[in-house]
């Protein structure tokens, strides 16, 4: 966040759009889909467990990523699904080690179970990865006391920039307010535990919102005092 | 005219100011959309609010129809169910007048073609232009509105050597995209909330509308609108309706069905509808203008019940248009339909008359629980079925197509002034 000369380098809020497009790689039954996910693209393996936060949730999902909600809903095999749906991309620093997982988690059940089950035609797994889209929205945050301010107001779409995808574009996974920050060091030690402490992955775009939000005020009221 | 800001009120200003982001860079960009009809049908009801949306962004968006005479028609409709699945012939006299009335069309348009920065070109209608425009500069995109997931193969094959030339495709599902040597983008499509078929009605305006079309007022009405075309399974409906009516005797069935110009399959349908009626004084069959909207409009809020029970669809807009309407729907477990209800959330998924019939009685039986489903449908289309992020997921596109095909497009902030 500072400069060599002293100043402070602004946050820019930027916003983001994916556009989701069609690898052509389907799967039909448990092993075609441990297959699929082996050789998939690796944005394939981001979109089916991130993508879902920029869609609408109306009410809670039972299972936070698609392999599993695949399983439960096409293949009716509900040990995997739930094993696979407590798995937390965020413990994972690369996409791969996420992938390998996955892939874990498959083998395993494709040890356990005689004879794996095939799904319809028209209810195969279908791999999709993502383009995202960057744009800045001209909105700067010159201190870090203006991010309660802010905060509540930017998109869902600046949020999941910021605070989901970030943590592919830095090499220590950390989101960009952190990063901007400078954490772990001083002066806002105490905020940077707060934030590394939310788990962006169990709830909607507008809680974790809501979250950082509610973060930034207490942290920054509890200094002006 | 419908201003952008308007959408502020029901999609929320952070949507459109995030539509005016994206757009920034794309600013006087030449975009030409192609389809084969102006009145009738999803398609023509998205662009005529989605051309004028994206020009008010400040890109220079138009529309061009192609035009073709009754036999150009007849082969289209053939190209349309043989991409559905439908075994169709394809005579070689038939094939013919559909590229010689691309190359007529091509004439008139090829300028305006061969301009442009990028190219929407809707169904396979108007697919040969592109070879018909050899020194085209743009991007040309085909955008396929129709379920593609088990074509009929010869139906497929032939039409696949128009497509594989276009610089991406997009399909409102995964499940309905074929291998193609170029980018499958996926974009559901979208309803407009502002328009004469979704916006708010007074309450006498729903009232009226029973009256007007001889509904007993007082008695529940399930309704379906949608083409007669056989994919829409409208026999079904009458089937489940008289299954439900054992149980529900005061039960009346309302089958709207829309004209299409393109359409010339729909007499040969309502005849059979009209047959599978039989007489049914509680069975009301309207044949409704394309320009009908105020009239569906109110139907479907007048509607105890929605359903489309359809055994194949590209996406199923009257089921988003009922949605809006905080209608919980039954709608056929297939295509966009599963996009849309969510089972047992937003409404049901069904696969026979006699499912559809089980969850007619369901919902008559338990008003409170189609409100509550119906809330939350209309909540899942406000998020995601809106023209405001259809609008939004264009312009991804297009700059995802202008500025490469990369996994990550970080656009630069223009200084203004």
Redesign the interface.
């Known amino acids: 966040m500072s400069l060599e000369n002293g100043t402070t380098e602004p946050f820019s809020v930027k916003?983001c759009?994916?556009?989701?497009?069609?690898t052509?790689d389907k799967a039909q039954n448990l092993r075609e889909l441990r297959d699929g996910v082996m050789k998939t693209h690796p944005?394939s393996v981001y979109y089916h467990f991130w993508a879902g936060r920029l869609?609408?949730a109306?009410?809670d999902p039972q299972f936070h990523n698609d392999f599993a909600t695949w399983c439960h809903y096409a293949l009716h095999d509900d040990v995997l699904a739930e094993r696979l749906a407590v798995i937390d991309p965020t413990d994972y620093y690369t996409l791969d080690l996420l992938r390998q997982e996955v892939v874990e988690i498959i083998e395993q059940r494709l040890e356990e179970v005689e004879h794996p089950r095939w799904v319809e035609?028209?209810q195969?797994f279908?791999f999709?990865?993502?383009?995202?889209?960057?744009?800045?929205?001209?909105r700067k945050i010159e201190l870090p006391e203006e991010l309660p301010e802010v905060v509540p107001r930017i998109?869902?779409?600046s949020i999941f920039y910021h605070f989901v995808d970030a943590r592919r574009r830095h090499p220590i996974s950390v989101d960009d307010f952190r990063a901007w920050l400078g954490c772990p060091d001083e002066p806002h030690q105490e905020l940077c535990y707060l934030l590394a402490s939310v788990d962006p992955y169990f709830v909607t775009l507008k809680e974790l919102r809501e979250q950082l939000a509610s973060i930034f005020e207490d942290y920054f009221k509890g200094r002006a005092l | 005219m419908t201003a952008i800001q308007d959408y502020a009120a029901v999609a929320g200003e952070d949507v459109i100011n995030h539509l005016r982001q994206l757009a920034a860079p794309l600013q006087g960009l030449k975009v030409v959309h192609v389809n084969s009809t102006r009145l009738g049908g999803g398609v023509a009801e998205i662009l005529v609010k989605l051309v004028p949306l994206t020009k008010e962004l400040g890109l220079d968006a138009t529309w061009e129809v192609i035009r073709g005479g009754e036999r150009f028609y007849e082969c289209t409709k053939n190209f349309h169910n043989g991409l559905q699945g439908k075994q169709v012939p394809m005579g070689d006299a038939l094939v013919q007048v559909f590229e010689s009335t691309n190359a007529e069309n091509a004439e008139e348009l090829r300028r305006i073609l061969e301009e442009a920065d990028i190219v929407f070109i809707h169904d396979p209608q108007p697919l040969p232009l592109l070879k018909a425009c050899p020194n085209r500069k743009g991007k040309w995109i085909w955008r396929c509105h129709i379920d593609l997931s088990h074509p009929f193969r010869p139906v497929w094959k032939y039409l696949r050597r128009f497509v594989v030339d276009y610089d991406a495709s997009v399909f409102s599902l995964s499940d309905f995209a074929q291998p193609l040597p170029h980018t499958l983008y996926l974009i559901p499509p979208s309803i407009d909330p502002l328009s004469e078929k979704n916006m708010d009605l007074p309450e006498s305006d729903v009232t009226g509308i029973r009256t007007k079309f001889n509904v007993d007022p007082d008695r529940p009405m399930m309704l379906q609108v949608s083409r007669f075309d056989r994919f829409k399974d409208p026999v079904g409906v009458i089937r489940a309706y008289r299954l439900a009516k054992t149980f529900a005797p005061s039960l009346q069935l309302v089958l709207a069905g829309g004209e299409a110009t393109d359409d010339p399959e729909g007499d040969a349908v309502l005849s059979e509808v009209r047959a599978e009626a039989d007489g049914d004084q509680d069975a009301h069959i309207l044949m409704l203008p394309p320009d009908a909207h105020l009239t569906i409009n109110a139907l479907q809020r007048s509607a105890d019940i929605v359903v489309q029970k359809s055994i194949k669809e590209g996406f199923g807009l009257t089921v988003t248009e009922a949605m809006w309407k905080g209608k919980a729907v039954i709608g056929g477990n297939t295509g966009g339909i599963r996009l849309q209800v969510v089972n047992h959330h937003t409404g049901f998924l069904v696969n026979t008359p006699e499912g559809a019939a089980l969850r007619i009685r369901h919902l008559l039986q338990r008003p409170e629980r189609a409100h509550e489903m119906g809330l939350k449908a209309k909540e899942l289309v406000r998020e995601d079925f809106l023209i405001t992020r259809h609008v939004k997921e264009y312009l991804s596109l297009i700059v995802a197509l202008i500025y490469g095909d990369e996994e990550r497009v970080e656009l630069e902030m223009k200084p203004r002034g």
């Open positions: 916003d759009s994916l556009v989701a497009i069609a052509g944005g869609r609408p109306f009410a035609l028209d195969q279908h999709i990865r993502s383009q995202i889209v960057v744009f800045d929205t001209g998109s869902v779409g």
